[in-house]
Nanobody, 127 residues
Framework: QVQLVESGGGLVQAGGSLRLSCAAS????????MGWFRQAPGQEREFVAA????????YYADSVKGRFTISRDNAKNTVYLQMNSLKPEDTAVYYC????????????????????WGRGTQVTVSS
C-alpha cells in the first residue's frame, strides 16, 4: 500500500505561480511513476502530468505544456508540480497519483493506470 498527501494549493492571481507537493509513504518501492490529475467543478478528472520514479521522460497535457513542470525528489519521496502563468481555467482540485504498472508510459494519461490517489489540494486562480 502507498499513501499520498498533496499540499501547496491555495489562491493565486492570474499569471502567478504555485508549487504543489505530493509526499508518498508506505510501499514506495512498488511505485514506477507518479502523476498529477485535476478536476474542476462539473468536469471530469483530467490528466495533467506524470513522471517516472527512477528517471525517464515526463508527460504533460497539452493545456499545461510550457507552463507546468513536474519534478521529483526521491530522497524525500516527493513529487512536485510547479505551475507558472496560471490561468483561471486552471482552477481545480489537484490530485496526486501513483502507479505500479511497469508499462505505464503508454497509458500515462489514463486514470485507471494509477493505483493510489491522494485526497487532493484546491488551486484557485482569480482573474
Amino acid at each position: 500500500q502507498v499513501q499520498l498527501v498533496e499540499s501547496g494549493g491555495g489562491l493565486v492571481q492570474a499569471g502567478g505561480s504555485l508549487r504543489l507537493s505530493c509526499a508518498a509513504s508506505g510501499r514506495i518501492f512498488s511505485i514506477y511513476a507518479m502523476g498529477w490529475f485535476r478536476q474542476a467543478p462539473g468536469q471530469e478528472r483530467e490528466f495533467v502530468a506524470a513522471i517516472p520514479w527512477s528517471g525517464g521522460n515526463t508527460y504533460y497535457a497539452d493545456s499545461v505544456k510550457g507552463r507546468f513542470t513536474i519534478s521529483r525528489d526521491n530522497a524525500k519521496n516527493t513529487v512536485y508540480l510547479q505551475m507558472n502563468s496560471l490561468k483561471p481555467e486552471d482552477t481545480a482540485v489537484y490530485y496526486c497519483a501513483a502507479t505500479r504498472l511497469v508499462d505505464w508510459t503508454v497509458v500515462a494519461y489514463k486514470g485507471a493506470t494509477y493505483d493510489y490517489w491522494g485526497r487532493g489540494t484546491q488551486v484557485t486562480v482569480s482573474s
